[in-house]
């Protein structure tokens, strides 16, 4: 018996074997014999149930193969023959050892044997069962394309390929994880995507070293330049329209098999703050809504430490009347104004995760639990103050305003240590630990672009690029933080 | 140990040792605090301090947001202001704060000696705001302090409210902390400060405090009623007496501090009057031969008409002119009384005649300021008051006409 590296047997009762013996156990791997040459010669077909598309192994494989009158010639009959004339499959590759043999049935072909022949055709006939382009549920927004990618990688280089149209777009295809055989493909656009950038993501790619790779996250925590960092360094997106805009800014997309979400890089600080209609729209409602985005990211992350920190601390810089209104309504509360905001902090995750978590059909009467449990009878039961819920919904609702995701599950973390530093040592510990966590962010890279550009180092040009996702006519160049190649994206900027 | 262990519990110490520039143990949870509203000081008869503080106390559940702030009247008396205030804790339930004290009004026996001992307090003091009112009270703060709300919740409401309608009218001077401690620190001259007082009466009001306090006391008893209306003047540290409302307005055209008001002139038996809403007053001391100071004060006022009399038309030019004229007599006699009453009675620069005169006239300042409190009743003042009509409001003539 030959190893998996050997060369294929000749005969097709050899090649039976082998492929019995790799794949033993392997109730999916179907096999069909049929003759040719008028009943001399003994071929059969091999491949993956599920895996192949059954109808096209019937159509273009069996029907033109038994339909057809053949005589075999020499060895290399099967391959040139079969290849170039018989077979009406698309993809067609003759195939010699048995390691290949085992990828490609793997990977969704239907392997060709015939009696007396040193190599097997292996033709294309993928057909795995997966859903088609779907719609964007992540990243809804009320302008612009509502196509979301899906598993089927190829599906999602399709849906990238059709918004840019050029040659310069490069896929790049590589192999990872050690059972998962997950194809992870790298994309980007020669001449404006950063030599340097593209390189190191390359190799970080090369260089993971996992067995299986089951969703864009697995890559994305392997490649990310800061493991640790509670901010997100690489962007994730559903939507294939912002893939394309992201190409088209000079930054690199990395597809993974099998993940309906894929990974835009370099992503810095304020990437996270657009949504993808902001460049659809007018530019002062862009402008508007940055600004409310990043607002309500401080809010998200503060709104509790600070409301703590002036109560306990800081009473004189509240308004005479909110503070009576504050003393009365806390007047006979049982707990400690820290315990209350972070008991009903939890009691928001709770809530935020359950919802996450349940079947839409019984989402509704959690919403009903949460809003009256938490909210009307927490107070009343004389549990929590108004105020308290007042501030825990702000936060909650600020937290949900961040278009991505990641970012406001990073002030959802962070929020917890400043609410410690703000009942322990009031704003001075807020300041203490923002200037810690800025100091922090200003030191982190995402694939060698500063993290907090153009803010440090202040890009000159790059704020309008950068900082705000303007219509393009508003932001004619690239941010030279990302690259330096190509900056110029609208030539004449006055349009009509 | 290895360098890097050794760096590490280095970071640790230090940060550690941030916690003790401030800590758990500088915090105080809400419901544990009073607020105190309002600070009134009297000397007590036997040499002590007595202080009166409305304390403010916000009562209610988690239910209903806030029922009432009740106001809890606290009493103590100390050998010193300081321990007078320390005493209070006594009888206080909760924790007094101070961040949010709106006027402190000292009684006029207090105002005499302890004057010096209150600016201590409010400079030194961080919980203190400059931006309180401080108001002097005829008789003693703390009966004053007695007296009921008329128509908001509590008496510190009113009375600051009273505070910002000063610049309505300008007949009473709201001093704060910050005005009263830089005035009472200038060496140069005297201190104008705020004035409350209260009126004992039994008329009727319709608000609905007033109403459930009448079923609450008796029926015909008298209650006091809080107005703030004048001024105060201190000297040297010491209150020395008080301005009513028309020497208070000369006082303050003086000094810059009028905004906005109302003077009435009489012509021709009828009264008109102006409305005032730009004053620029000028002082410029001059200097003759023999050492005599003869102080210029000159005042620019602009305002519109708000009412005339039937025959000066304020279309008419002539007219004009007289209502203007009219208008500057009745201001020069304002400004003539309130300087005459404070170098006569007082004998207090608190208009700062000293100060310009310092700053014009150095060398000569050095020369007369000791002898200042001499000098001051006796300078010559010249007043230059001009004003200007600028508007007549929407009709040109009155509506009624007493002829018809």
């Known amino acids: 018996m030959q190893n998996n590296e050997g060369l294929l047997p000749c005969s097709t009762e050899e090649n039976k074997q082998l492929l019995r013996h790799i794949f033993s156990n392997c109730c999916d791997l179907v096999f069909r014999n049929f003759e040719i040459d008028g009943g001399k010669t003994s071929c059969f077909i091999a491949y993956i149930n599920g895996a192949v598309r059954i109808e096209n192994i019937s159509e273009s494989i069996l029907k033109p193969l038994m339909s057809t009158h053949m005589v075999k010639s020499d060895a290399s009959w099967l391959a040139k023959h079969i290849k ?24 969704g072909y ?7 022949c040193p190599t097997c055709l292996a033709l294309d006939v993928e057909g795995w069962a997966m859903r088609q382009t779907g719609e964007a549920n992540v990243e809804p927004t009320l302008r612009g394309s509502v196509e979301s990618f899906v598993e089927d990688i190829t599906i999602n280089t399709s849906l990238i390929r059709r918004r840019i149209k050029t040659p310069k777009l490069k896929v790049e295809r590589m192999g990872i994880g050690t059972i998962s ?15 340097i950038v593209v390189d190191k993501i390359r190799s970080r790619l090369k260089s993971i070293d996992a067995d299986m790779v089951l969703e864009s996250g697995t890559i994305e925590n392997f490649i990310r330049d800061n493991p640790y960092c509670p901010f997100p360094t690489i962007e994730f997106t559903e939507r294939p329209d912002l893939s394309a805009l992201a190409l088209s800014e000079g930054r690199v997309v990395v597809l993974t098999d099998n993940a309906p979400f894929v990974l835009i890089a370099p992503a810095v600080f304020s990437h996270f703050f657009m949504a993808a209609e902001d460049a659809f729209v007018s530019p002062y409602f862009t402008v508007f809504i940055t600004i409310v985005r990043g607002l309500a990211f401080f809010i998200s992350l503060l709104a509790p430490s600070i409301f703590i920190a002036i109560t306990l601390f800081h009473q004189e810089m509240i308004p005479y009347q909110l503070l009576e209104t504050l003393v009365a309504s806390r007047s006979d509360l049982p707990f400690p104004i820290f315990f209350e905001v972070l008991l009903m902090e939890l009691a928001f995750d709770l809530i935020s995760e359950a919802g996450e978590r349940l079947p839409r059909a019984i989402g509704s009467s959690l919403s009903i639990v949460g809003a009256i449990v938490l909210g009307q009878a927490a107070i009343q039961s004389g549990l929590v103050s108004p105020s308290t819920v007042v501030v825990v919904a702000a936060t909650a609702t600020a937290s949900f305003v961040n278009p991505k995701l990641n970012m406001s599950r990073a002030s959802r973390i962070l929020r917890f240590p400043f609410m410690i530093l703000g009942a322990s040592m009031g704003l001075f510990g807020i300041v203490m630990g923002g200037l810690t966590l800025l100091i922090y962010m200003v030191s982190i890279r995402s694939f060698g672009v500063p993290y907090m550009s153009p803010f440090s180092p202040s890009g000159k040009g790059d704020w309008q690029a950068m900082l705000l996702r303007l219509p393009l006519r508003f932001a004619p160049q690239r941010p030279t933080a990302i690259q330096k190649n190509n900056v110029t994206r609208v030539k004449n900027r006055s349009g009509a | 140990m290895s360098m890097k262990s050794i760096k590490a519990i280095a970071k640790v110490v230090l940060i ?11 915090s105080m949870e809400l419901r544990e605090v009073n607020l105190v509203t309002v600070l009134g000081i009297d000397s007590a008869p036997d040499g002590e301090v007595e202080v009166t503080v409305l304390v403010s106390v916000p009562v209610g559940n988690a239910m209903s947001q806030q029922t009432k702030s009740s106001v809890w009247i606290g009493r103590a008396k100390g050998n010193s202001l300081e321990q007078a205030l320390n005493h209070l804790n006594a009888t206080s339930s909760k924790a007094l704060i101070w961040y949010h004290t709106q006027v402190i009004i000292l009684g006029a026996e207090a105002a005499k000696t302890l004057i010096k001992e209150f600016s201590d307090l409010n400079a030194r003091n961080r919980e203190m705001r400059f931006s309180q009112s401080v108001l002097i009270t005829e008789g003693k703060a703390s009966e004053l302090l007695d007296s009921p709300a008329n128509v908001l919740d509590s008496l510190s409401q009113e009375i600051e409210g009273m505070m910002r309608n000063t610049r309505e009218w300008s007949k009473a001077y709201a001093s704060t902390v910050s005005d009263f401690l830089s005035a009472v620190s200038n060496e140069n001259a005297d201190a104008l400060a705020g004035r409350i007082s209260r009126v004992m009466t039994a008329s009727n009001t319709s608000s609905v405090n007033r109403q459930s306090m009448q079923s609450a006391y008796w029926q015909d008893r008298e209650y006091g009623l809080v107005y703030t209306e004048g001024s105060s003047v201190i000297k040297n540290g010491r209150f020395v007496g008080f301005l009513d409302a028309d020497q208070t307005r000369g006082c303050l055209w003086i000094i810059n501090k009028v905004k906005k008001g109302i003077i009435s002139a009489q012509i021709d038996e009828e009264m008109v009057s102006l409305e005032y809403r730009v004053a620029k007053a000028e002082m410029k001391p001059e200097v003759s031969g023999d050492g005599k100071i003869t102080m210029n004060i000159k005042l620019r006022i602009k305002g519109s008409l708000s009412s005339s009399s039937d025959d000066k038309s304020p ?18 006699h304002e400004l003539a009384q309130a300087v005459e009453k404070l170098q006569k009675d007082y004998a207090a620069d608190a208009l700062g005649f000293g100060c310009v005169i310092k700053e014009k006239h150095p060398k000569l300042w050095k020369t007369i300021k000791a002898d200042w409190e001499d000098i001051f009743p006796n300078i010559e003042v010249r007043y230059d008051v001009n004003v200007l009509l600028r508007r007549f409001g929407t009709t040109t003539e009155s509506i009624i006409k007493n002829d018809s």
Not at chain 1, 84 to 107: F, N, P, Y
Not at chain 1, 181 to 195: C, Q, R, S
């Open chain 1, 84 to 107: 170039l004339t018989v077979s009406t499959v698309c993809a067609a590759e003759e195939i010699k050892t048995a390691g290949d043999v085992t990828d490609r049935l793997l990977g």
């Open chain 1, 110 to 116: 239907c392997l060709l044997f015939a009696d007396g």
């Open chain 1, 181 to 195: 055989k997950t194809a992870v493909m790298i994309a980007y656009i020669e001449g404006i995507a950063d030599d």
């Open chain 2, 16 to 26: 550690c040792h941030m916690l003790l520039l401030t800590g758990c143990w500088g």
């Open chain 2, 315 to 332: 279309l008419s030019l002539a007219d004009t002119k007289d209502m203007e004229a009219a208008f500057e007599d009745a201001v020069r």
